[in-house]
């Protein structure tokens, strides 16, 4: 997509002039004397078709241009020249960081702050401010002056970007600096040794002995672990992954017990299944025969309570071979227990949904919904991305990369369990949605990994997609 408009480091707007980028190039090539005869604006020229194959929107960062004139150089064998540009880039850099540590307030510094889940925000004063005085419960003087001693520790650096754990910890190296020890050690986060956090998430497993503390911890590592690719497409709301930060399960169960035995002795064996899958997966769908709902309508009063129960650790359908009159008093919390159906059914489907009761139907078990193990589960949005050919490959490429980084981070027992992955925001059959389908798919088989399409969307892939939507 071709850039429109340019966004400066103090947030304001300007068009996109590749002008700019020829004259930038012709300064870094006389610095290191080469000659130009029209070689500027012949890069410029290959540097702005580099942003179109790679942007997904008309609006594009300053130093995402720069990142590209540097990117272009390097292809083209011109190294001295990318090397004098990244010098000259740095250099205007630091005096503006050193102008800001010596309280010019108005000057914009590029120093993007990374949070743990992918998404990127410019350094903030103020931003910072409420960060410090929520961790710290700091008074607006010493928020101040903290501040500015972290302003003055990241002056000299290169660096166009900080994980949020080390802007905490420079927050709290700035609190030592002021002789507030006490307050440093009682607010914050909590923190393990990165060398134990690293070398668990490689072995991948051994996470089962950590506090919750420690847990946040591995989340916060694992999610700034993601390739560049796949970090860049997740924090946008073009990606999702099912437990990216969470290694150590699979993505979920469906398990259908038949009609055997008694009703009790079913619910038992639900019970068992429940607390044994959910320390393998994340969500699970437990499909229970006939006779529990028979029972259920006839008003079996502790049935139903053992059945709200199990359904607190997975969700609970109930077989259902056409109408029932428990939807009339239904006795469960909504979104916990639904109906099961092989067929589909209009009404039904309408008045589980005005109703906010689940309900799984026969479209569902046609593509394989009935019993499965999935391994792990992706989702892909690419609303705007029609005929965009470039950028559905660049996002079959994140989501197969991502998938096979989660699978491996799994136990042994569940990496054979299905890869499942869903499109958002292409018309279905459309040449975009079948061409993006046939990328992930062969994205995968490079990697080794075998994909299968879903219909469905978990509520977690809905809000994290939707930021597309929010941008």
Request: one cysteine or more; aromatic letters at 6%.
């Amino acid at each position: 997509m071709k850039p429109q408009r340019v966004v400066k480091r103090d947030g304001s707007e300007v068009p996109f002039d590749p002008e700019r980028i020829a004259r930038a190039i012709a300064r870094a090539l006389a610095a290191t004397g080469v000659r130009d005869d029209g070689l500027s604006a012949e890069l410029a020229g290959v540097v702005v078709e580099h942003l179109e194959r790679t942007l997904d929107g008309e609006r594009v960062a300053l130093e995402e241009v720069q990142d590209a004139v540097v990117h272009v150089l390097q292809e083209s064998g011109h190294y001295e020249v990318a090397i004098a540009y990244a010098r000259y880039r740095d250099a205007r850099e630091r005096a503006r960081r050193e102008r800001r540590a010596r309280g010019e307030r108005q000057v914009p510094i590029h120093l993007a702050i990374v949070e743990p889940d992918g998404r990127r925000r410019s350094w903030d004063a103020a931003w910072l401010s409420a960060r410090l005085r929520a961790a710290y419960r700091l008074n607006a003087a010493q928020v101040a002056d903290a501040i500015a001693i972290m302003e003055e520790l990241v002056a000299a650096s290169p660096l166009t970007e900080l994980p949020l754990s080390l802007v905490d910890a420079l927050g709290e190296a700035a609190l030592v600096r002021l002789g507030l020890l006490t307050v440093a050690q009682e607010g914050g986060v909590v923190r393990v040794p990165r060398a134990a956090l690293h070398e668990t998430l490689a072995a991948g497993d051994g996470a089962a002995a950590l506090c919750e503390a420690g847990r946040l911890a591995w989340r916060h590592a694992a999610a700034h672990q993601l390739p560049p690719a796949v970090a860049r497409a997740w924090s946008r709301g073009r990606l999702w992954v099912d437990g990216i930060d969470d290694p150590l399960r699979g993505s979920q169960l469906t398990v259908v017990f038949e009609a055997l035995g008694n009703p009790w002795q079913v619910l038992a064996q639900a019970a068992a299944r429940a607390i044994e899958g959910g320390r393998d997966y994340r969500r699970l769908r437990l499909v229970m025969p006939p006779a529990i709902l028979g029972h259920l309508e006839r008003g079996a009063q502790p049935m139903a309570e053992l059945v709200a129960s199990i359904s607190q650790i997975a969700q609970v359908f109930l077989y259902c071979d056409g109408r029932t009159p428990l939807l009339q008093r239904w006795p469960f919390a909504a979104g916990r227990v639904g109906l099961a159906i092989y067929n589909d059914d209009f009404l039904l489907a309408q008045h589980t949904a005005n109703a906010g009761i689940p309900l799984i139907a026969g479209a569902q078990y046609a593509r394989g919904g009935w019993k499965h193990a999935v391994a792990v589960e992706v989702a892909l949005n690419a609303q705007g991305l029609e005929q965009e050919w470039s950028q559905l490959d660049l996002l079959a490429m994140a989501a197969a990369t991502a998938a096979a980084a989660r699978r491996e981070r799994l136990p042994a027992r569940l990496r054979d369990d299905d890869l499942r992955f869903a499109v958002f925001g292409l018309a279905v059959g459309s040449p975009s949605s079948d061409y993006l389908e046939q990328q992930v798919i062969q994205e995968g088989l490079r990697l080794g990994l075998r994909f299968t399409r879903a219909t469905s969307l978990p509520p977690e892939a809905c809000r994290h997609l939707g930021r597309l939507l929010e941008a």
